[in-house]
């Protein structure tokens, strides 16, 4: 008896010690449900300074294609139908960046970017703006394909999906992307 008994009050301060962490850590969850609901607000709040630079800045066929990336094929989901992702950077040559545009609005693939440009959000709506393109800011879709280089091309439908990485046009990353998915 004495043994449980000494045995108890060597364990009573690990209790302890335990009540004080598990104490820490609801604090610690309550903090981030907190900084959660904060940056809720602020995600929504640039959303819908997002969606109010796309309505001054570009034209209505424009608009159209930003909206459907945005709401429909951004978040790398595919619904079973063919979608190409070309991977930028503003880096790139002007010239480079403007035929990838206009060559891929017409397969309405996406334009993505890793970041914004020069760490700002009205800076990347400008040189975007200036350049005459269209494109979403998506790393997690960088992340997803493993994109290190730009260009990239992808091509994605169902599951399965292709690469090319290159400074090439968007018709023969096209034709090139179909044969590897057959």
């Not at 800045?57 to 459907?68: A, G, H, Q």
């Not at 260009?151 to 292709?162: A, D, K, R, Y």
């Amino acid at each position: 008896m004495l043994y449980v008994l000494t045995l108890g009050l060597l364990f009573s301060p690990f209790c302890s010690y335990a009540n004080d962490y598990k104490q820490e850590a609801i604090e610690l969850f309550k903090q981030s449900k907190e900084l959660e609901s904060d940056h809720l607000a602020d995600a929504l709040d640039i959303q819908s300074r997002a969606q109010e630079t796309i309505t001054n800045t570009f034209c209505k066929e424009d608009r159209e294609i930003v909206k459907e990336s945005l709401i429909n094929r951004t978040s790398g989901q595919n619904s079973g139908r063919e979608q190409y992702y070309v991977f930028i950077s503003l880096s790139m040559p002007e010239s480079s960046l403007k035929t990838l545009y206009n060559e891929a609005k017409d397969q309405k693939a996406i334009l993505v970017l890793r970041g914004l440009y020069e760490d700002s959000f009205r800076r990347t709506a400008d040189k975007l703006k200036t350049l005459q393109i269209v494109a979403v800011i998506n790393p997690n879709l960088f992340k997803q394909y493993q994109v290190s280089k730009a260009p990239t091309f992808v091509l994605v439908n169902g599951e399965q999906s292709s690469m090319l990485v290159g400074n090439v046009t968007f018709q023969f990353a096209s034709e090139k992307l179909q044969e590897a998915m057959k």
